[in-house]
């Protein structure tokens, strides 16, 4: 146990994690050149693509330090807000961390808020200034930087390269040196913590965990603390490249177990391993069930695609405990899903995934987060509302609370103005504003979350000219002014395009909608009225005009490619558009709400 080190590495997005961790697997021989991919850890197509790690993973690296055989498990932590409860269980499983800071943009708000949650573990923090080979990198500079967020001294900080490899043999010696070996008691109950679990289509799922007390054998029957379940511990080893076969893991290791489990909803990242026989008394602290955080609608484009959407759902879930569906109908579009997602990035990961690997083609509906809704009869019962169309009529309504965030945004001194303007915008109240360095400038606002999921990165990055960093924890729920604004078109409502808004926007955000509609929705041969309404009032009106009989169709006539071409194009508008009543409706104009400011 004592030559044993356990960590993992933070850093903001882009920073360089990934190839660090690339680095020090080729560095400590654990990949061979024939092995090597670039981003070895990113195993997933879609993670690759998207350059985002987004399930966190796990490997084992042996190293020789003065003649001392070492074994160093590297945990993977995702990059993004949407799976922060990820990061914080990856967390929880090391005693130390690299912290990554680019030596080109300095600290950002995911380096922050990542250290904060390595600190609350009590990690070591070891930190990294990345990219020093960089022609724009500032190391004297962003070095103070690091300095003054972790009182450290300078000498402290690694100076590396996961490009050209500079530095990775400091790194790990300051692995060895710096990380206390794990402590525990290998002679306790079995006491692990389950910090990730992947989907395996012949072997089912394979959760990942860390042994803290105790060890865990291959054949011995456990038990999942927070499920209550026990299983029979049918497999488990330790993680290389590939899956090392083993008698058993002992206190302090990482490493992996196959138990037969089909479903991923039942391997909790967070619960506790313990034995069946002789379960430990204290269980890991910090199990949370995550809960989805955005809702939003999923139905084929084509409705006879109903129950084969219905079937690559499930399979989606078997290996993504955190999507949740239900069925429900809509009267524009009849039969679909009510999905539940840990975030925006989460939603189109799904929605690609089932265009992806199951060929479905899907229309998604406007986002919204999730309300509670109390009615005059009995204002103590909380009616949960993941859908605005379920809004009580507001006669009988008592009140309604949507949930509120803490938000951290790192900017440059330059653009706090507008930064702030932009927040304020978005219902949020500064809470408290720091210089972290003379330029830089942390502002701490608490903010509605359906504020965020509408357009809210896209118009930071746009007032900040991208010199600007967000992130953000729930902190509950808040009672709030809220209204359903209704769509109709050709004066038939339209349930999937409507939203909850605040009534101080709702009159101005309703007017944008139609008039985003009316450029999204395609000319036909009537005009097409536009309208939103709140109750039976009409705030806001559009016609798209019938379209004119085409001249130049017949000009087309002689050029056989050209028409082939015009042809696939109407193929491919065709997949994304569904007939409601006699109107058809691109699927960007069910996203239309999310856009106002394009
Ligand atoms: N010049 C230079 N570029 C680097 C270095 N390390 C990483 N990069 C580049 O920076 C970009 C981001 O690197 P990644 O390793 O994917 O970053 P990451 O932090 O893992 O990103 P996420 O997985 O999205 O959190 C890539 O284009 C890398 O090629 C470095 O040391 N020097």
């Not at 070895?40 to 985002?52: T, V």
């Not at 005059?376 to 009616?383: A, C, H």
């Not at 005009?545 to 006539?557: E, F, N, P, S």
């Amino acid at each position: 146990m004592k030559n044993i080190r356990n960590f993992c590495i933070i850093a903001h997005i882009d920073h360089g994690k990934s190839t660090l961790a690339d680095r020090l697997l080729d560095f400590t021989g654990t990949v061979t050149a024939r092995e090597k991919k670039e981003q070895l850890l990113d195993s997933m197509d879609l993670e690759r693509e998207r350059g985002i790690t987004i399930k966190s993973h796990a490997i084992q690296m042996d190293y020789t330090h003065n003649g001392e055989q070492y074994i160093l498990n590297l945990i993977d932590t995702p990059g993004h807000v949407d799976f922060s409860y990820e990061v914080s269980r990856s967390i929880a499983a090391c005693e130390g961390a690299l912290l990554i800071v680019d030596a080109a943009q300095s600290i950002q708000a995911q380096t922050i808020s990542n250290l904060y949650l390595a600190l609350e573990n009590d990690l070591e923090i070891i930190p990294v200034l990345n990219k020093v080979d960089l022609p724009s990198a500032n190391p004297e500079e962003v070095t103070d930087d690091i300095v003054d967020l972790l009182g450290c001294d300078p000498e402290e900080v690694i100076h590396a390269s996961g490009k050209t490899g500079f530095g990775v043999d400091n790194i790990l010696n300051a692995i060895i040196n710096r990380i206390p070996a794990p402590k525990g008691d290998p002679d306790a109950p079995l006491q692990a913590l389950i910090f990730d679990s992947v989907y395996n289509s012949y072997r089912g799922i394979e959760t990942y965990f860390r042994v803290f007390n105790g060890e865990i054998k291959k054949g011995q029957e456990i038990k999942f603390v927070a499920t209550g379940k026990n299983y029979f511990a049918d497999e488990v080893g330790t993680l290389k490249l590939t899956q090392v076969v083993k008698k058993s893991v002992k206190t302090g290791d990482v490493g992996y177990l196959i138990t037969g489990i089909k479903t991923a909803k039942e391997v909790k990242v967070g619960d506790t391993i313990t034995d069946f026989a002789n379960p430990t008394k204290e269980i890991i602290e910090g199990f949370e069930d995550v809960k989805p955080m955005v809702f939003a609608g999923i139905y084929p484009v084509d409705t006879e695609d109903y129950e084969e959407l219905r079937s690559s759902m499930e399979k989606l879930q078997l290996n993504d405990a955190s999507l949740v569906f239900q069925p429900e109908s809509s009267a524009a579009l009849g039969f679909g899903f009510r999905c539940g997602f840990l975030g925006m990035l989460h939603m189109e990961i799904i929605q690609e995934r089932l265009e992806r690997e199951f060929n479905m083609t899907v229309i998604t509906t406007v986002p919204n987060v999730s309300y509670h809704a109390y009615t005059k009869k009995n204002p103590e019962e909380l009616i949960l509302l993941n859908n605005p169309t379920d809004l009580p009529d507001p006669s009988r309504l008592d009140r309604v609370e949507e949930p509120f965030i803490k938000a951290s945004i790192i900017t440059k001194s330059d653009f706090v103005g507008q930064v702030m303007s932009l927040c304020i915008e978005k219902r949020g109240q500064i809470i408290n504003q720091t210089y972290l360095t003379t330029q830089r400038v942390e502002l701490i606002f608490e903010m509605p979350l359906a504020e965020i999921v509408f357009d809210f990165y896209d118009r930071l990055k746009t007032v900040s000219k991208g010199y600007a960093s967000f992130d953000y924890h729930p902190i509950g729920m808040r009672e709030s002014k809220l209204v359903r604004v209704d769509i109709l078109l050709n004066a038939q409502p339209v349930d999937a395009l409507s939203a909850l808004l605040h009534a101080d926007n709702a009159y101005s955000i309703g007017k944008k909608i139609v008039e985003k509609l009316k450029e999204l929705i395609p000319r036909q041969q009537f005009d097409i009225p536009i309208q939103a309404a709140i109750g039976a009032k009409i705030i806001a009106r559009e016609t798209t005009k019938a379209l004119r009989k085409d001249v130049t169709a017949k000009c087309y006539g002689g050029d056989i490619s050209r028409k082939r071409k015009l042809l696939e194009k109407q193929k491919k508008g065709k997949k994304r558009m569904r007939q409601v009543g006699n109107v058809e409706i691109p699927q960007e104009a069910f996203m239309a709400v999310l856009k106002l400011n394009d």
